[in-house]
């Protein structure tokens, strides 16, 4: 049977089954062949790899996924892909389909019943709706995932892979870099598409890291920090601090904090790198200690 990433193929399914595309759960399909096997190249996929793909669509990805891992467990929210998908992927023996919402599922739980011991990858073309939280969950919980490779709106994939000083530069850039090294693999244009979305596109390598780049004492507290400091973009760090409910300093806190850093008081957050952020962290930290809050 011909692959689903030839658009005839998947405007036939679409008449076959009526389907009815549900904007609200992102549903732009990819029919792009040569998007695809791009993919695939940077997700470095092996017999030896056990694949987990958030939101198969009608299974376009899913077959060429496939053919490459040793096992794809492929999560999908919508109940009428469910009988599509069945019949789409019928003849990959490899393939679990999971009916649920990625957000609510034990994906511990369900990668340690189902990898028999196969490193996992993530590869997938995310929801955009959801693209942060599916990607910061898979991030910060302890689940055993060597990289995440997926198509994102190309706003938030430049959002990733910012350092200091660009416009883009923000806690999401701080909280990807922690946890993994980003690299963009490719653009991708909305005819590669159906529908075709009003955004660009982009396809992100994640590549988590074993330990993160920077140590840090309390990894909670420097992403409070974080937030507090681009919570209110245009101010200076000492008044997001200052000003931020989340976190039990004042202004003459950070004030002192990055005197001992040699910053000036008027520094704005997005100025700052990670390594800058956990030593302000820690010396907050040594703050609270010394004076028993
Ligand atoms: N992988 C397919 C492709 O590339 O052609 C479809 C990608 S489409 C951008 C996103 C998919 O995620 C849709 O199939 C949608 O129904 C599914 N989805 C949306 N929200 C979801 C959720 N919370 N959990 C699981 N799947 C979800």
Redesign the pocket.
């Known amino acids: 049977m011909e692959k689903?990433s030839n658009p005839q193929v998947t405007i036939d399914t679409i008449k076959k089954y009526g389907f009815d595309f549900?904007k609200k759960?992102?549903?732009?399909?990819?029919?792009d062949a040569h998007v695809l096997n791009k993919i695939m190249d940077a997700a470095e996929l092996t017999p030896e790899d056990c694949v987990l793909?958030?939101?198969?669509?009608?299974?376009?990805?899913?077959q060429y996924l496939a053919e490459r891992a040793g096992k794809v467990l492929a999560?999908?929210?919508?109940d009428s892909?469910i009988p599509i998908l069945n019949e789409t992927l019928q003849e990959y023996e490899n393939v679990k389909i999971i009916h649920?919402?990625?957000?609510k599922l034990d994906i511990q739980r369900l990668i340690i019943n189902e990898n028999a011991g196969m490193p996992v990858k993530v590869v997938?073309?995310?929801?955009?709706?959801?693209t942060t939280p599916?990607i910061m969950g898979l991030l910060e919980q302890n689940i055993p995932i060597s990289s995440i490779t997926v198509?994102v709106q190309k706003e938030v994939a430049d959002r990733m892979q910012s350092g200091p000083g660009s416009k883009d530069y923000g806690a999401l850039s701080l909280a990807i870099q922690y946890y993994s090294m980003p690299y963009i693999v490719a653009n991708v244009p909305p005819n590669c598409?159906i529908p075709r979305p009003t955004v660009g596109s982009c396809v992100i390598r994640l590549t988590r890291y074993d330990t993160p780049p920077v140590s840090v004492q309390d990894e909670k507290l420097m992403f409070k920090l974080i937030r507090a400091s681009f919570n209110q973009r245009r101010k200076t760090l000492v008044n997001g601090i200052g000003n931020a409910a989340e976190v039990p300093y004042t202004k003459e806190d950070a004030v002192s904090a990055l005197k001992t850093m040699g910053l000036s008081p008027t520094v704005r957050g997005e100025t700052l790198t990670l390594e800058q952020f956990a030593e302000l962290s820690d010396i907050l930290a040594d703050f609270v200690t010394e004076t028993v809050r």
């Open positions: 689903l549900q759960y992102g549903q732009n399909f990819l029919v793909e958030i939101g198969p669509g009608f299974g376009t990805m899913t999560v999908e929210i919508d892909l649920g919402d990625i957000l997938a073309n995310l929801p955009y709706y959801i599916i198509m598409f």
